[in-house]
């Protein structure tokens, strides 16, 4: 073949061996420094976290036996090669912590969702109370997203909890279908938060025929300790109590739960949390005390009653559940920074009560009803009731289930 035929005329390149370049997007350019912006974010903070436990934390380099030194977190720089798509890479969407030898410079990256410093420890021949002091367990919330949240109340709600432990988010995007979760990573990455210490934020997706399940089993590989997950108030299955996916979550995982009842977010400055001393209430208020203090907002505790006579019961109920939230080793410290106030009402109605005050407050927390000797949540319609007909967002707050119950519950649930 001539080079005139490889080139064309007077050498010019013919245009079907011109590669196509694809013009540049400003949107897109826009995009990934957001993007990156973001990353850089959450690295700061996870750093920020970081940093103080393992200052002391001597891990041996595996060059010169010198000593790996801690320099932050940074985005991975470790890409994915799409299957069957030669030249087609993905940068994964990982944070990772960054140690270097202080002798021969040597770099080691490990994945911050999966360090473990106290194992490292442990294996190295640590003093006990220094792999202790590794191994405290960092508070982590699971918050489920659709991806079509018509606001921002659950992230704000899981960011603000999470962040005020000094704990993660894991923002979990379940589909029954392949997962497009670029639009939520764009919703997650454009959040900004309005009060507290920012919580680092991990967005987890997956695909699963069974959504509940899928929740219940990404909650226990990340070990969280609060799920958060949005409830309509009602079900549209006859045979489901809160709802195919809620029972599945409510009746299977091994942490607190809330059901988000979504109105809407404001400016939080007044919290009601009606109570009649069940065994859901304290986690309830642990999440109370939590929140009014990241709002600097009052929380209200109320009791109905329905004869004066068993009023001075009420605030027995109120004063018991204060003293066992002032043993809690996190509220402890906390208890005296939150303005709380003891509410007994003598009313008939105990829903039409609560529907009427809770609409003098910005956010209602209530605890789910009893569970069944199964282990199993009961149908309780007076929560339904006053969930749907709230003036606040509402959130449903139940317990984790025991281990007995969970294994009794799988046996003859």
Request: net charge negative.
């Amino acid at each position: 073949m001539s080079d005139e035929s490889r080139s064309g005329p007077a050498g010019k390149p013919n245009n079907h061996d011109t590669p196509h370049r694809k013009p540049f997007d400003e949107h897109e350019i826009a995009h990934a420094l957001e993007a990156e912006a973001w990353y850089r974010g959450q690295a700061s903070r996870l750093s920020h976290r970081w940093e103080e436990r393992l200052d002391q934390f001597n891990l041996p380099c595996p060059i010169c036996n010198g000593a790996l030194v801690f320099q932050g977190a940074r985005r991975s720089p470790i890409f994915e090669f799409s299957e069957g798509e030669p030249g087609i890479v993905t940068p994964l969407k990982l944070l990772a912590l960054t140690f270097t030898c202080s002798r021969c410079g040597y770099t080691a990256d490990f994945d911050a969702e999966l360090f473990n410093p106290s194992r490292l420890a442990e294996l190295q021949g640590a003093a006990p109370e220094q792999v202790a002091a590794l191994s405290v367990a960092e508070y982590r919330v699971l918050v489920s997203l659709a991806g079509d949240e018509r606001n921002e109340t659950m992230i704000r709600l899981a960011s603000t909890l999470a962040g005020e432990r000094k704990g993660e988010v894991v923002a979990l995007h379940v589909s029954r279908g392949k997962a497009h979760d670029e639009g939520l990573l764009w919703k997650l990455q454009n959040y900004r938060p309005d009060i507290g210490d920012p919580a680092v934020v991990r967005l987890l997706s997956q695909e699963s025929e069974d959504v509940g399940e899928a929740i219940v089993r990404a909650a226990r590989r990340q070990r969280a300790q609060f799920i958060l997950i949005g409830w309509r108030g009602w079900s549209r299955s006859e045979q489901a109590i809160m709802g195919t996916v809620l029972d599945t979550v409510l009746n299977e995982a091994v942490s607190d739960v809330g059901l988000v009842h979504d109105r809407g977010l404001r400016d939080v400055r007044r919290i009601l949390l009606p109570t009649a001393g069940g065994p859901n209430t304290p986690p309830t208020l642990h999440i109370g005390l939590d929140l009014a203090r990241a709002y600097e907002a009052e929380l209200h505790l109320l009791v109905v009653v329905q004869t004066p006579e068993e009023e001075r019961g009420g605030y027995a109920v109120l004063d018991n559940l204060l003293r066992e939230a002032r043993l809690d080793r996190h509220h402890a410290d906390h208890h005296a920074d939150v303005n709380i106030e003891q509410r007994v009402i003598v009313a008939k109605d105990f829903v039409q009560t609560v529907v009427a005050e809770s609409s003098f407050y910005d956010l209602l927390l209530i605890g789910a009803p009893h569970r069944t000797w199964r282990g199993t949540l009961r149908l309780n319609n007076k929560i339904g009731r006053i969930v749907r007909n709230a003036a606040p967002t509402a959130v449903v707050v139940s317990a984790r289930q025991s281990p007995f119950g969970l294994w009794f519950n799988r046996i003859f649930g």
